[in-house]
T-cell receptor, first 112, second 109 residues
């Protein structure tokens, strides 16, 4: 049973470019959560999605960030016009319900 | 405001020296308290879920306990491979996890 998969594992973008981060949840899990871990800071919640629905986006920056979890395919976290402050590790977690969450290996985004 | 505070920030132990990590929380309507382990460059690895005061769970050298205001992660006779950052989190009523800053444990042989 494969765990949560994220790709790419490392992503380098220049300021102003777009970053697309993908997350495939564990088999049978329909709940997906995105978290961000800034250098020297703890994990911060960004968004919670179920298939085709955003349930809670209270942690998402108001501009440039968006997330989706389509009926088919992985969940996508999209960051438009990246800035240096977006450099961080982005983790996806999945859950079969509102229970324990299982995390992927993360995508490390570096903005140059 | 929901909040999680972990102490100490860092802990150094000798192999075999038992100790405890603390997690204090304030949350409106606790739906679960979670412990994770995170190794450098990796994602958090799920360890335990606790739901109600008085509950305890064990896994190898680790034991987690829960009261109405805090949780403890007891480490008995640790080994160097137990070195990692241990994260505590609480689940809010929407299901999102609110994490503490973590305790970085180093176990020396």
């Amino acid at each position: 049973n494969a765990g949560v998969m994220q790709n790419p594992r490392h992503l380098v973008r220049r300021r102003g470019q777009e970053a697309r981060l993908r997350c495939s949840p564990m088999k049978g899990h329909s709940h997906v959560y995105w978290y961000r871990q800034l250098p020297e800071e703890g994990l911060k919640f960004m968004v919670y999605l179920q298939k085709e629905n955003i349930i809670d986006e209270s942690g998402m920056p108001k501009e440039r960030f968006s997330a989706e979890f389509p009926k088919e395919g992985p969940s996508i976290l999209r960051i438009q016009q990246v800035v240096r402050g977006d450099s961080a590790a982005y983790f996806c977690a999945s859950s079969p319900g509102q229970a324990e969450q299982y995390f992927g290996p993360g995508t490390r985004l570096t903005v140059t | 405001e929901d909040q999680v505070t972990q102490s100490p920030e860092a802990l150094r132990l000798q192999e075999g020296e038992s100790s405890s990590l603390n997690c204090s929380y304030t949350v409106s309507g606790l739906r679960g308290l979670f412990w994770y382990r995170q190794d450098p460059g990796k994602g958090p690895e799920f360890l335990f879920t606790l739901y109600s005061a008085g509950e305890e769970k064990e896994k190898e050298r680790l034991k987690a306990t829960l009261t109405k205001k805090e949780s403890f992660l007891h480490i008995t006779a640790p080994k160097p491979e137990d070195s990692a950052t241990y994260l505590c989190a609480v689940s809010s009523n929407t299901g999102k996890l609110i994490f503490g800053q973590g305790t970085t444990l180093q176990v020396k042989p």
